[in-house]
């Protein structure tokens, strides 16, 4: 599959996190200063220059496990602190946001302008920020000059990846329910109608040439959808109108964020069947996590700021009821250290998560080895 | 035939008037989803034994399984890719099955490689290791794009080079015998038919992602005819009945080209989204188009009887609703029914004439 698509899947997953994450620190009245503190220590780590070099190395898509812990990480790069039920429910949230995003892109190639409206709502959010502001820039162009001169071929294949990845995920979410743009079970609704995608033509056409190439004839046909000519196409500048609305903020104060888990079902437990019987990656994706953390520089507090609970969910009893209801199979398990064997990458791993770390309590530990395995079970 | 459209019950088929209708029949049941893939769907018709094959590719896996004529699903197996090396489990490109003059192999093509198999899928008979030696950082390596041509079976790779193996009539002695070069992109699909009338007709077509199609003539080597450029869309499915190659690409179009001198002919504004198969039914010349917009229509190919000239006409189409379909095959040679796939979807969908 495509060696190119984990930018663009991180960065829109990530944009996603942070429309979810603003919306709820205004729902739980969290003071502002506060709020905007924790969006941008979280943009400021997404957007390291180290990290963002790791990212747009060639490289394969990993597990849904392996880029969950990524983004558990980058939750936690603030103040702000996220039980485990509420980081899953953030997680199907972002994942089922980007999968109707990726499925709904009338081209190929409109991903990226989907990639430009996070882009662009991220902006919004540092306005106040030059550094990171300059940052987020850097990225921009960075995937210019990685997409900008990509075939339509190749925008396929990228699209038919990212698919991969998110086959037989079908979580209800209540915000995609109510605009019914997701069915009751699960699927996404296609429309057939609206504005074509730029370079396509309205269905309903024949039209035969002679030997010489002349247009002869034209005849209609009935093609069943009710499609309109698109009015033109969205920019790929740094500034401009992208047209889509695929990737800007659908949240706000009044639509919250909930999910309803579709609960045992033979598609999610198959999947599930496969994920856990792939174990043999659990190293190379070690691997895989240890450079693209390692790029992560997470500042360390300078003084006792003191930390607060995000909760998804409306009340903390919802949130635990949640932990204890969900499906056996859609539970996001972490990565298990014990499976690898290479010391040296355990050290490595344990050294990159020691700088990472962001708590208020001292750890009791006897080994960096159990430290580890301490850090990754509290995620 | 179904007369007038004025009296009848409403259905989501758009149907002209002298031209059949279509209704959903039973679906069979796949233990797997089917990936986003083009041309993911293979059907091996078998009326001899009552029975049909179908083939759909899940991502790391594959599907086979044989039905009843009323759709009850009967035996079916999980293929893989063979050799699983590297960062993630290879994925699998396509499925396809290749009637040859004496056998049939079953053929599956993926990131590592090309399996062929006994029909049912049961014994592998033979494995190309793909070579990527030439490839960048940056390039995907597969190989997709599979088409019996003789008792020769033609398979596609990244690099836009086609592969020739020579199929015996049996036993596992298959070489690869010729590497045509045509494409610089990397091949989508083939198709190819029996070599009829004169010496010397095209009778096998290539697409590629850019849009272009290379048209050959088989024999103990291949020769190239005639190169129909792209224009930057992918073309990712290719027909070949009578001389006609009919070409759907990712900007909804099916093009009807002549074989013999490359020439557009005819030009559908077909689907609103990119095509993903296209299937011919040569006992009639019915042709039909499968696309990401959830429609799949019917069409009937035929030549004017004076001018020889091509000649379309739309006979159905057909909605599915919130299905993004990834592959559509006729599964009778006269056309009247036909299955379809669509991504994510647990079970193949059939349909049959009223």
């Known amino acids: ?30 003071p502002a200063d506060k709020a905007r503190k924790v969006l941008n220590d979280i943009i400021m780590t997404m957007f390291n220059r180290k990290f963002m070099e790791e990212l747009f190395k060639p490289q394969e898509l990993y597990s849904k496990k ?75 162009r960075q995937l210019t000059e990685v997409y900008g001169a990509l075939s339509a071929g190749e925008f396929r294949l990228i699209r038919q990846t990212l698919l991969l990845f998110f086959q037989d995920l079908h979580i ?13 079970n699960g699927r996404f609704v296609l429309p057939v109608s609206g504005p074509v995608p730029w370079g396509t033509e309205v269905p309903g056409l024949i039209r035969m040439f002679n030997s010489k190439g002349e247009e002869e ?15 033109k196409e969205g920019s790929f500048e740094l500034y401009g109108d992208r047209v889509l609305k695929l990737g800007t903020n659908m949240y706000s104060v009044n639509r919250p964020v909930e999910t309803q888990m579709s609960g045992a079902s033979k598609d999610s437990a198959s999947r599930a069947q496969e994920s856990i019987a792939a174990n043999p990656l659990a190293k190379e994706e070690l691997n895989f996590l240890a450079r693209l953390m390692g790029g992560m520089e997470i500042k360390k507090p300078s003084g006792p700021e003191p930390g607060f609970r995000m909760n998804l969910f409306t009340t903390d009893e919802e949130e635990e009821h949640a932990a204890l209801c969900r499906p056996e199979e859609l539970s996001y398990e972490v990565i298990n250290i014990q499976a690898v064997q290479d010391q040296q990458r355990n050290e490595e791993l344990a050294r990159i998560m020691g700088e990472l770390e962001v708590t208020e309590q001292p750890r009791q530990s006897t080994t960096k080895g159990d430290d580890l395995l301490a850090m990754m079970d509290e995620l | 035939m179904v007369a007038a459209d004025s009296e009848g019950p409403k259905d989501p088929g758009i149907r002209c008037p002298s031209h059949r209708m279509f209704r959903r ?59 699983g090396a590297g960062v993630s489990p290879p994925h699998i490109t396509q499925v396809h099955w290749c009637v040859l003059p004496f056998r049939v192999l079953l053929v599956l093509t993926s990131h590592r490689g090309i399996q062929m198999y006994e029909s049912d899928g049961s014994i592998m008979v033979y494995w190309h290791a793909l070579n990527s030696g030439d490839a960048s950082s940056v390039q995907a390596v597969f190989a997709q794009g599979i088409a019996a041509s003789g008792h020769f079976i033609c398979v596609g790779t990244w690099s836009g080079r086609v592969l020739v193996f020579d199929i015996p009539a049996k ?102 989204r990119a095509i993903c198969a296209l299937d011919l039914a040569p006992e009639v010349g019915k042709l039909l188009s499968a696309a990401e917009d959830t429609f799949v229509h019917i069409w009937k190919l035929s030549r004017n009887p004076e001018s020889g000239c091509i000649e379309v006409e739309h006979c159905h189409g057909e909605c599915v609703p919130d299905t993004q379909v990834c592959g559509a095959q006729f599964c009778d040679p006269s056309g009247s029914s036909f299955a379809v796939t669509g991504y994510d979807l647990t079970e193949i969908l059939r349909f049959g004439s009223v």
Request: hydrophobic residues 40%; aromatic residues 6%; glycine residues 8%.
């Open chain 1, 1 to 30: 599959m495509s060696v190119r698509t984990l930018p663009l899947l991180f960065l829109n997953l990530g944009g996603e996190m942070l429309y979810i994450l603003d919306q709820r620190l205004r729902a739980q009245n969290i």
């Open chain 1, 66 to 140: 392996a880029l969950r812990t990524i983004y558990d990480r980058l939750a936690h790069a603030s103040i702000m602190r996220l039980n485990q039920a509420s980081m899953d429910k953030l997680y199907d949230l972002m994942t089922m946001a980007f999968k109707y995003q990726v499925l709904l892109c009338p081209r190929p190639k409109d991903v990226l302008l989907v990639t430009f409206n996070h882009l662009d709502a991220i902006k919004g959010f540092i306005q106040d920020s030059p550094t990171i502001l300059h940052q987020v820039d850097e990225t921009f």
């Open chain 1, 172 to 184: 209800r979410v209540s915000i995609f329910l109510k605009d019914r743009v997701q069915n009751s």
């Open chain 1, 217 to 231: 004839k034209k005849i209609e046909f009935k093609h069943g959808g009710n499609y309109v000519t698109a009015l």
């Open chain 2, 25 to 83: 029949e039973r679906s069979i049941p796949l233990q797997s989803s089917a990936a986003a893939l083009c041309n993911n769907l293979s059907v091996l018709q078998l009326p001899a034994r009552n029975l049909t094959l179908f083939g759909v590719v899940h991502g790391p896996s594959a599907q086979v399984l044989s039905a009843a004529p009323d759709g009850v699903p009967l035996a079916q197996r999980q293929l893989h890719v063979k050799e």
């Open chain 2, 171 to 272: 036993g596992p002695n298959i070489m690869l015998s010729e590497e045509l070069a045509g494409h610089q992109t990397p091949v989508t699909d083939i198709a190819a038919e029996p070599v009829q009338g004169q010496d010397g007709m095209a009778d096998m077509v290539t697409a590629d992602d850019s849009g272009s199609l290379c048209v050959w003539r088989s024999g103990p080597e291949f020769t190239l005819l005639t190169r129909i450029p792209g224009f930057g869309v992918p073309c990712s499915s290719v027909q070949l009945w009578q001389g006609i190659i009919a070409a759907g690409y990712g900007n909804g179009q099916v093009h009807l080209y002549e074989a013999t001198t490359g020439t557009l002919n005819i030009q559908i504004n077909a689907h609103a």
